[in-house]
């Protein structure tokens, strides 16, 4: 039976300490390790604040060396949030699997990280446009304005003016329903607009609006 270390990775400490988010990472690996026949043989639950000094992590590629062991996250930005930490990360004599996106390989997981990353990149550009055209029209920045909505919305739409050419193509192929987009746009590990996890229906339907196509 293979072993698997499981690393599980909180924000912040109350998170850490409420649970938030840690149950729906053990859910998804314990769940992925019972169905395809893996020992989980020990946890290791990080909780930082910060990008930056992951020892949970560098336990965790350690503990899988020493044992043989191979390393299961929930998500892929569980392991970072940038294409350089996360390479080094798939460099490791270590074999990882995100349960969100399990048959990925080495390659695969690089090119998806490279692929989040630029979408974050391009929601904080247009986040800073937005908040310097509003400071300019004399706008008072607040913490929960409409502002860091619009800069959102803006790159939302950017990015579903990206899909378009590939839902044009699924629509000629007769894939028009939600569910079955739903199915392709995961079946070809698609990045959803957040750049990890997986299309849901309600997410391909927010696309669809966004692209003004109506849906069987």
């Known amino acids: 039976m293979k072993q698997v270390i499981a ?16 149950e729906a990472q053990q859910m998804a690996v314990l769940n992925y390790c019972k169905l395809s026949g893996y020992e989980v043989i020990h946890e290791i639950i990080e909780v930082k604040s910060t990008r930056k000094g992951r020892i949970g992590l560098l336990q965790a590629l350690d503990m899988c060396r020493e044992t043989n062991a191979m ?80 800069a959102n919305k803006k790159a939302a ?14 629509k000629n192929k007769g894939i028009t329903s939600v569910r079955a987009v739903c199915r392709e746009l995961n079946k070809r590990h698609i990045p959803t607009f957040r750049g990890d996890g997986r299309w849901h229906p309600s997410t391909v339907g927010i696309l669809m609006n966004r692209l003004k196509y109506t849906m069987t």
């Not at 949030?81 to 695969?108: C, L, M, W, Y």
Request: charged share 25%; no cysteine.
């Open 157 to 170: 739409e950017e990015f579903a003016l990206k899909l378009s050419p590939m839902i044009t193509r699924l």
């Open 7 to 22: 690393y599980y990775r909180v924000s912040t400490h109350r998170q850490g300490k409420s649970g938030l988010g840690l």
């Open 71 to 150: 390393l299961v996250v929930a998500r892929l930005d569980r392991l970072g949030r940038d294409v350089e930490q996360i390479a080094g990360i798939v460099k490791s004599n270590v074999e990882i699997v995100v349960t969100d996106n399990p048959h990925a390989n080495r390659f695969t997981i690089h090119i998806l990280a490279a692929v989040a990353e630029d979408q974050r990149q391009r929601i904080s550009e247009n986040t800073k446009e937005a908040l310097s055209a509003a400071k300019r029209r004399g706008v008072i920045l607040g913490k929960n304005g409409t502002v860091l909505a619009v």
